[in-house]
């Protein structure tokens, strides 16, 4: 049988090929954000098989196993790591023309070396060659990101965290480097919820100042902030359904958040303005650092709330949303902008109706002393398919400069899941490709070399301040 994943795998001209291979192929990988554990990283943790390392936590699988009427013991239950393995592979076949058929053959041959078709037929034999394999120093975490030539990654940390397994990696691990990244999501929660308040506890600890003001709760924000960048940390990043529709100029926030710690409640604006005030003082922190800021806006989150009850969050429930993004964006920014105070920014959307919408927004806020400085980030979650990524690079094509474009992220929790910068690359020459077939650019390969590898590895080395 014909190897599916061909040496020319999306390629369909040979420009798109002679991009590939001559420019894209061999560039190392910054992954400036994930959602790998660190201490995983730090132990160079051992899995015991193909379904601990490629199936927990990969709510893209589950997702699809669901659909394909798999009970959920097989997904995220008490079934055997082999069983669960079976079920996964019972499905594969079923994903013909979703991104996980791709995935799961890109990973299967790259790690593995296997070329087979993944299906029940297969899966048993699958199975035991991966087992014997896992237990390789090629097949250990930090093995598993070397295979894939990754020179640096971000993970995603609470600003509670210590930091003791970065601590540990930076002192054990000379390459890959791996950055901490500030996700204040939780401390922006911002309501009067027993969660929230058992949280502001757990900042105070951590920072060492007690919380009992809106002053002090900046003040703690500020210790983490320089805690974490004395620690290596570069990147901040901000999960929001939309930034906070807030005034400036509203007053009260110190009375407003004095209730939040009583336990009391606020109204939506009155929460929404307290969001806004705190997140731009913590923009202001991250521009004075030097970092880069991303916002990951758009996201409908727990859908289904027998699920959230049964099994908690990010397990396959959430979805895009249909968000107003355009004003409340427009308005945050320039708050900043007004005083200078407008960090390196990354935005990413999750529907594909704001395409246009964000790529014109990045470029509102360009100020020529910093090339790229505004960035609309690559296809996110369920954008970060073929479609999805072709529609991105178009959108940032028209309305901006893709050769600007700091490229590619996983997005992952899975150590497996680095095959997706290599299906990226090869999505990138092929549209480049396509369009010097069709008369559209010229066919000047130095020109057009130089741009792939920029996209794939020079912009983000530059973009990113990681040098120690």
């Known amino acids: 049988m014909k190897t599916f994943i061909g040496d020319d795998f999306l390629l369909t001209n040979s420009v798109a090929e002679d991009l590939y291979h001559n420019h894209a192929a061999s560039m190392p990988i910054i992954d400036y954000h994930n959602h790998l554990d660190p201490a995983a990283i730090a132990s160079n943790h051992q899995f015991k098989n193909i379904t601990q390392a490629w199936l927990?936590?990969?709510?893209?699988?589950?997702?699809?196993?669901?659909?394909?009427g798999v009970d959920e013991k097989f997904i995220t239950g008490n079934a055997s790591d082999e069983d669960k393995f079976s079920k996964w592979a019972e499905t594969v076949p079923n994903t013909l023309r979703n991104p996980l058929y791709h995935w799961t053959h890109l990973e299967l041959r790259r790690y593995f070396g296997?070329?087979?078709?993944?299906?029940?037929?297969?899966?048993?034999?699958?199975?035991?060659?991966t087992a014997a394999l896992m237990n390789k120093d090629s097949h250990l975490c930090v093995g598993l990101l070397l295979q894939m030539n990754v020179e640096s990654l971000c993970t995603t940390d609470d600003p509670i965290d210590k930091l003791n397994h970065h601590q540990a990696i930076k002192e054990r691990i000379k390459v890959p480097k791996v950055y901490p990244t500030f996700r204040p999501d939780k401390a922006l929660q911002l309501d009067e919820s027993k969660e929230y308040l058992d949280y502001i506890q757990r900042l105070s600890t951590a920072s060492g100042i007690t919380i009992n003001s809106l002053d002090s709760f900046l003040e703690a924000l500020q210790q983490r902030v320089d805690y974490f960048h004395e620690n290596?940390?570069?990147?901040?990043?901000?999960?929001?359904?939309?930034?906070?529709?807030?005034?400036?100029?509203?007053?009260?926030?110190?009375q407003l958040f004095s209730s939040l710690l009583n336990g009391k409640n606020i109204d939506l604006t009155e929460k929404e303005n307290l969001q806004g005030y705190v997140l731009t003082a913590l923009c202001k922190m991250y521009h004075a650092k030097g970092w880069v800021q991303q916002f990951h806006l758009g996201a409908l989150r727990n859908n289904n709330?027998?699920?959230?009850?049964?099994?908690?969050?990010?397990t396959g429930y959430d979805s895009m949303g249909d968000y107003s993004q355009a004003t409340r964006l427009s308005k945050f920014f320039n708050n900043l902008d007004n005083t200078d105070q407008?960090?390196?920014?990354i935005i990413y959307n999750l529907n594909p109706r704001d395409n246009d919408l964000f790529a014109t927004m990045a470029g509102n806020f360009n100020d020529g002393k910093i090339v790229g400085k505004m960035q609309f980030g690559t296809g996110w979650w369920f954008l970060d398919q073929k479609n999805g990524m072709e529609n991105q690079m178009n959108s940032l094509s028209n309305m901006g400069l893709l050769s600007r474009f700091v490229g590619m992220l996983t997005d992952s929790r899975s150590f497996l899941s680095f095959p997706r910068h290599e299906y990226f690359r090869r999505i990138l020459c092929n549209l480049i490709g396509t369009d010097v077939e069709n008369g559209e650019i010229p066919h000047d390969m130095d020109l057009l070399g130089k741009m792939v590898e920029d996209i794939c590895y020079n912009n983000a080395k530059n973009y990113f301040d990681f040098s120690e």
């Open 56 to 68: 927990s936590g990969d709510h893209y699988k589950w997702r699809a196993m669901r659909a394909n």
């Open 342 to 345: 407008l960090a390196k920014s």
């Open 232 to 254: 290596g940390c570069r990147v901040s990043d901000l999960g929001f359904h939309q930034i906070p529709a807030f005034n400036p100029n509203a007053t009260g926030l110190d």
């Open 114 to 129: 296997i070329n087979e078709l993944l299906s029940t037929e297969t899966a048993a034999e699958i199975y035991s060659e």
């Open 305 to 314: 709330e027998r699920a959230l009850r049964e099994l908690g969050p990010d």
